[in-house]
């Protein structure tokens, strides 16, 4: 894993933060990894890179910020899965979706008719789409696909389990699609002279 490439701190764009400031900092910071929509005008790299692209390298580069601001700071080479799950468990902070508690009285229920006391939470599909881009991100800046900590078992696991508890919380069955098979066409049958 020599060829892959560390995090340099000159590296890093206009967009990402330092987490060690004040809670208002923390939360861009935050807002810089979960936003797919956040857009960078006075970004020095060049305005041909799509949306993807864009947020892919923001992900990347704020994903490198937490590593370095790690205690003790982590090289890129020792990340592992697990260090991936306290990014994601950190990143839970600054969440907006409601995950209720079994204890919760809407627990289970789409669309609760009054306010309650239980968390925030970072959505699923928010830290699905972001494994996804750090798990490409890894890859193009040079680390081997079996050594990719965003492709660890615990994170595939831990996304699962955070998918079906959001469900189960909002009472909303995520159901793997299954395929659709093309129509086939009747079978001939040999036409039936009675006569």
């Not at 935050?30 to 947020?55: D, K, M």
């Not at 990347?60 to 590593?67: A, R």
């Not at 972001?130 to 900590?149: D, M, T, W």
């Not at 996304?159 to 995520?174: M, N, P, T």
Request: with cysteine.
């Amino acid at each position: 894993m020599d060829s892959l490439q560390e995090f340099d701190p000159s590296t890093t764009d206009n967009n990402t933060v330092n987490i060690i400031n004040t809670n208002t900092t923390t939360a861009n910071y935050s807002s810089n990894i979960t936003s797919s929509s956040s857009a960078s005008s006075s970004s020095s790299s060049p305005s041909t890179l799509s949306r993807y692209e864009n947020q892919k390298r923001r992900d990347w580069n704020t994903f490198g910020q937490y590593l370095r601001n790690h205690r003790p700071p982590l090289s890129l080479s020792r990340c592992s899965g697990a260090h991936v799950l306290e990014f994601l468990r950190y990143l839970d902070q600054f969440g907006k979706t409601k995950v209720h508690t079994q204890l919760c009285p809407f627990f289970g229920h789409p669309n609760p008719p009054a306010p309650c006391p239980c968390p925030l939470r970072q959505a699923w599909g928010s830290l699905d789409a972001l494994i996804g881009r750090l798990r490409a991100a890894f890859e193009e800046n040079g680390g081997k696909p079996e050594a990719n900590p965003f492709g660890a078992r615990a994170v595939r696991l831990y996304l699962r389990e955070v998918r079906d508890s959001q469900a189960k919380a909002r009472g909303i069955s995520y159901e793997k699609k299954k395929r659709k098979r093309p129509p086939q066409p009747p079978a001939l049958q040999p036409p039936n002279d009675t006569q």
